[in-house]
C-alpha cells in the first residue's frame, strides 16, 4: 500500500505545513493578495476571517455587512466583508477568496496570555471544504487540492 503522501501527490494535492502553538492552535502561513500573514488553521470557524487591521496590511476593499459574528468566547460582533481576493497556501492558490472581517483582539489577547504572537486571522472550515483539506495532524501537513 503506498504511503498518504504518495496518493496525496499522485491525486493533486498541495502539501502545507503547520505549527502546533502552546495553546494547541494550528498556525499556518498564508499570502492574501500577495502579503504574507499568520493564520489559525480553525476547522471549527465557518468562515475565514481576518482583524480589522488586516485591511491595510492586505490591500483590501471592505465593505459593511449585517452579519454578526460569534466565536472564541464573544458573540454579536459588527463585520464588514471583503470578496475576490487571492489566498495562497503554499503552492495552494484560490482567486475570489472571500473574508469576514472583525475585532479580533479577544483571540490575539488569549493568545498573548500564553506568550504566543498574534495572528492575522483565521483559515476556516470555507477554504478547508474548497480545498477537500485532509489534515495529517501526526506529522504537521495540512492538505488541500
Not at 12 to 36: D, E, M, P
Not at 111 to 120: G, Q, R, S
Request: charged share 20%; hydrophobic share 40%; aromatic share 10%.
Amino acid at each position: 500500500m503506498e504511503d498518504l503522501q504518495a496518493f496525496l501527490k499522485k491525486n493533486k494535492y498541495k502539501k502545507i505545513k503547520f505549527k502546533v502553538l502552546k495553546t494547541q492552535h494550528l498556525l499556518i502561513t498564508a499570502k492574501i493578495n500577495g502579503v504574507k500573514g499568520s493564520f489559525i488553521l480553525d476547522t471549527g470557524a465557518s468562515n475565514s476571517c481576518l482583524g480589522f487591521e488586516g485591511i491595510t496590511k492586505f490591500q483590501l476593499i471592505a465593505e459593511t455587512s449585517e452579519t454578526k459574528a460569534a466565536g472564541a468566547g464573544a458573540t454579536g460582533m459588527e463585520t464588514q466583508l471583503s470578496k475576490n481576493n487571492l489566498l495562497q497556501l503554499s503552492h495552494w492558490k484560490t482567486h475570489k477568496f472571500h473574508l469576514v472581517i472583525f475585532d479580533m483582539q479577544h483571540v490575539n489577547q488569549a493568545l498573548n496570555e500564553y506568550k504566543t504572537k498574534p495572528v492575522d486571522g483565521i483559515i476556516g472550515a470555507d477554504i478547508l471544504l474548497k480545498g477537500k483539506a485532509i489534515i495529517d495532524y501526526y506529522n504537521h501537513y495540512l492538505y488541500l487540492r
